[in-house]
Structure formats: structure tokens, C-alpha cells
């Protein structure tokens, strides 16, 4: 089946997703879970169904993305034809950029072409979920579908990002509408098998001709390209046989826990981190055969040890505790922290997340924060306690997050 599926991995843009991390990274590349890239759970779902022909498409500030894969990805086998290639803009035919994610692909059509794959997946690389898309491709095959989008069940009125799908009896898609506004129920990112409607996930499989054919027949600039799914798939629905596939189903290695999130906003980004230390979270980051590969520094364990002047014991409650992180005397609870974080004496950590090599300075008090990498937070620092100040420093989410990027002290 991998030598007959290609697979695209979009991750061209900043993202809709959390504005201030993605400064200088694209959203794919955004850290998540204390040790992971967002384009890891992709990649994984990748590897675990046994598709290793990956095209990973790149453009806005990509050099952190690049880093990443080929530190974390470098582990297929080319003699057996697998790769993780990373293709920003080649310009073969003019001297533009990607436009969107259906000229992303067109401009790599001669990727297409040179391979013998008879199968094209194309997917988001800026979404957190875990997918057999090996069951996928045997729906399409056993349907003899066209196109074959992946859907999700969602309670309520639905999200403000995904377009949703209306369906016939064959679970064929007669109907691609723009997305609703965002419900309350809908945001622990879980979805229920009665629910009112269908969603899609950023998931699509193209037949390969059929694919060509649709870059000849639509011309450059004819159509908006913003969505696959509304853009380029919803004219379709009528002349073509598009398929819709449900994600959670039985069928497949993964357990079926239905969760996806496309981290589309900074409090979207913060629940998804702050659901994994649940007793039992919505996502399953502990199936033995379906770990979620990244790359991981040679970095000592981490600790925690008192403090050099108050002798007090560093503490850490319910948290996430990279590898090299070092809790001196301070003390963190319900809170990630990426690698080589230290929180030093008398400082107190609350329900944040730290990026990697964050420094938390003697009694600082952070409370409801994402701190960017190598952010030093000076001794007594106040972060989280008034929302005008905070405000006035750094970025406030609607929900209250402080974000804290760098050069706030320089």
C-alpha cells in the first residue's frame, strides 16, 4: 500500500493557530505536549499506516520545521523507496510562492508524475489527532471513490474553522458549507457517533489521475485557494463520487479515541496541552504501537532539588516534565515544561507551559502562561494576576492566556 499512496503534508503557512507562537515558526512547527512538534501526531499517523512516501510542503519561516525533520524524521529507508522530504517552493514554472494548498501541489505536479504511487493523500500538517490512514485508502479502494475526505462527528453547532458535510445514505458527500461559529461542546476536541453533523479534518484522498486531471482542467487563479475542502472538493460533489470516511472508526491499529484538534486559536492551543494531564485524557499518547515519534535532546534527567538559599524542597504536582529541566527550590503544578526549563528558588509555576530552556528567576509567580523558548523571567516577576498590566506586556487571549514572547526585558 505505501508504494501506492504519495502523501503531501501541508504546512506552508503561519496557520490559522496560536498568532503570537507562530512568529517564527510556522504552526506545524509550534512545540506541543513538553516534548513535541505539532507535526509529529501527522508524521506518526504516517509511519503507523505504513505510508512512507511523505512530501512535506514548506514556505513561511521553515527553517525550525526543517530542523526538526531532519533531526526527528531521518529514519526512513530510501533504498525501500520510503522518505520524509521536505519541499519548500522549487518555482519550476514562475518565480511565485505557493498561492495556497491546491497550487502547492500543482507546482509540484512533476512530483506527482515521477512517482509511481496511483493513490495522492494530502493532509494538514497543523492538527493534533491520531489516524489509521490505512483504512482510509481501503475505503476508497473498496468504494471506488474519486476523492475520499475524512469527517468527523461533531456534538452541537460545530466549529469556526472546518467546513462541514452534508451526506446521502451511501455516506457519499452531497454537500460541502462553509464552517458555523464555535460551540461550547465541541471544545474538548472529542467527537460522539450521534452527532448532528459532519466536519472535515484537513484529510483528503485524490485517485492520482483524476488529480492530474483536476490541475489541467482548473486554471491558475480561477478559483479561491484558501480551503481544499470549500475551494477546490465542494464544486465536485455533484459530478464526482466523493466519499466521505468517519475518523474513530473500529477498523484500524489505532484505538479509536476521536480526538482531533486544529489548534486554531491561543486558549484552542492551551486546552489541547492542558487535556493531557487529565487522569485520563481525551488523546491516547500511550498506545505501545502507536508512540508519536520526535526528536529528544541527550539531555540528563530532570529534577527538582532544594533551593540553595530557603533549603526548600522543589515540587512538582500533576505536571509534565521535560528531559534537563531543573525545579531548584520552586514549584510547579499543573503545568508542562519543555526541555532545559529551570524554575528556581521560591518561584511558583501555574497551570503554564514553558517552551524549551525558559528560565524562571527567584520568586517569579507565573500563573495561566505559555512562555516562548529561551525566555528568562526576572526574580519576583508577576505574570497572570492583572490582566491590564499583562496586557500592556504582552498578548492576552480572550480566555485570559498570557503569552510571553521574547524581548519583553531586553
Not at 36 to 51: E, K, M, P, Q
Not at 57 to 82: C, M, V
Not at 268 to 283: F, V
Not at 335 to 354: F, M, N, R, T, Y
Request: glycine content about 8%; hydrophobic content about 40%.
Amino acid at each position: 500500500m505505501s508504494a501506492d499512496t504519495l502523501i503531501f503534508v501541508l504546512a506552508i503557512d503561519r496557520g490559522v493557530g496560536p498568532e503570537p507562537l507562530t512568529l517564527h515558526r510556522t504552526k506545524a512547527a509550534v512545540p506541543f505536549g513538553g516534548k513535541y512538534r505539532v507535526i509529529d501526531f501527522t508524521l506518526a499517523n504516517c509511519l503507523h499506516s505504513g505510508l512512507r512516501q511523505v512530501l512535506v510542503l514548506t514556505q513561511y519561516k521553515s527553517h525550525s520545521l526543517h530542523k526538526h525533520l531532519r533531526d526527528a524524521w531521518s529514519i526512513f529507508n530510501p533504498e525501500l523507496g520510503e522518505f520524509i522530504t521536505a519541499v519548500p517552493p522549487q518555482m519550476r514554472r514562475a518565480q511565485e510562492w505557493y498561492a495556497g494548498p491546491f497550487d502547492a501541489i500543482r507546482q509540484n505536479r512533476y512530483l506527482i508524475e515521477r512517482n509511481r504511487a496511483s493513490r495522492v493523500l494530502i493532509v494538514d500538517g497543523g492538527a493534533i489527532y491520531r489516524m489509521d490512514y490505512a483504512e482510509l485508502v481501503r475505503a476508497h479502494v473498496e468504494n471506488q471513490a474519486r476523492i475520499t475526505v475524512a469527517m468527523r462527528a461533531v456534538p452541537g453547532v460545530g466549529s469556526s474553522t472546518q467546513a462541514r458535510l452534508t451526506l446521502d445514505a451511501h455516506e457519499r458527500i452531497t454537500d460541502i458549507l462553509p464552517p458555523t461559529h464555535q460551540g461550547q461542546d465541541e471544545r474538548d476536541g472529542s467527537a460522539t457517533e450521534d452527532a448532528e453533523h459532519f466536519e472535515t479534518m484537513g484529510v483528503y484522498l485524490f485517485d492520482k489521475d483524476f488529480l492530474l486531471q483536476e490541475l489541467d482542467r482548473i486554471e491558475v487563479g480561477a478559483r479561491p485557494d484558501q480551503d481544499l475542502a470549500l475551494d477546490i472538493v465542494a464544486p465536485l460533489v455533484s459530478e464526482q463520487s466523493v466519499l466521505g470516511y468517519r475518523f474513530g472508526q473500529p477498523r484500524g491499529r489505532v484505538t479509536p479515541d476521536r480526538y482531533w484538534c486544529d489548534l486554531a486559536t491561543v486558549d484552542a492551543y492551551y486546552r489541547a496541552n492542558m487535556q493531557l494531564l487529565r487522569a485520563e485524557p481525551p488523546i491516547d499518547l500511550y498506545q505501545a504501537d502507536w508512540n508519536i515519534h520526535t526528536y529528544q535532546g541527550q539531555y540528563p534527567p530532570a529534577r527538582t532539588v532544594p533551593g540553595p538559599v530557603t533549603g526548600t524542597e522543589g515540587v512538582f504536582v500533576n505536571s509534565m516534565l521535560a528531559a534537563g529541566t531543573v525545579i531548584s527550590g520552586g514549584g510547579v503544578n499543573h503545568s508542562i515544561l519543555h526541555p532545559c526549563v529551570q524554575v528556581k528558588d521560591g518561584a511558583i509555576v501555574e497551570a503554564s507551559i514553558l517552551f524549551d530552556g525558559v528560565q524562571v528567576g527567584e520568586g517569579a509567580h507565573l500563573n495561566r502562561c505559555i512562555v516562548e523558548k529561551d525566555v528568562v523571567i526576572p526574580p519576583r516577576e508577576q505574570i497572570g494576576f492583572d490582566p491590564k498590566l499583562d496586557r500592556e506586556r504582552f498578548t492576552l487571549s480572550e480566555e485570559g492566556i498570557v503569552v510571553v514572547t521574547r524581548g519583553v526585558w531586553d
